[in-house]
């Protein structure tokens, strides 16, 4: 039984921060390549950030959030992070925890709404 389970999001003025927790059960994260997507009202869902496998630890960013997310694990707590700041109203997105390493795993989802 494989849940990724989403927590942190939340309203928040423009230039805040937020930081999105996803705590795994059923795999180890450490061996998957782990991945923030969010999903805007009207739009696909896009890749946001990504992290490989432990040994790699090679991050990925879209162009629109880098320098301002910061994509990380927790090994101990079998957690991966997004760390969100100078939040703009374009990043209002419900997002998504995505694990994979040879199956997919998708969590259910947390909202973000950055407005004033």
């Known amino acids: 039984q494989v849940e990724l389970v989403e927590s942190g999001g939340g309203l928040v003025q423009p230039g805040g921060s937020l930081r999105l927790s996803c705590t795994a059960s059923?795999?180890?994260?450490?061996?998957?390549?782990m991945g923030w997507y969010r999903q805007a009202p009207g739009k696909e869902r896009e890749l946001v950030a990504s992290l490989t496998r432990e040994r790699e630890s090679t991050e990925t960013y879209a162009d629109s959030v880098k320098g301002r997310f910061t994509i990380s694990r927790d090994n101990a707590k079998n957690t991966v992070y997004l760390q969100m700041s100078s939040l703009k109203p374009e990043d209002t997105a419900v997002y998504y925890c995505?694990?994979?390493?040879?199956?997919?795993?998708w969590g259910q989802g947390t909202q973000v709404t950055v407005s004033s």
């Open positions: 059923g795999i180890t994260i450490k061996y998957y390549q």
């Open positions: 995505r694990g994979a390493w040879g199956s997919v795993y």
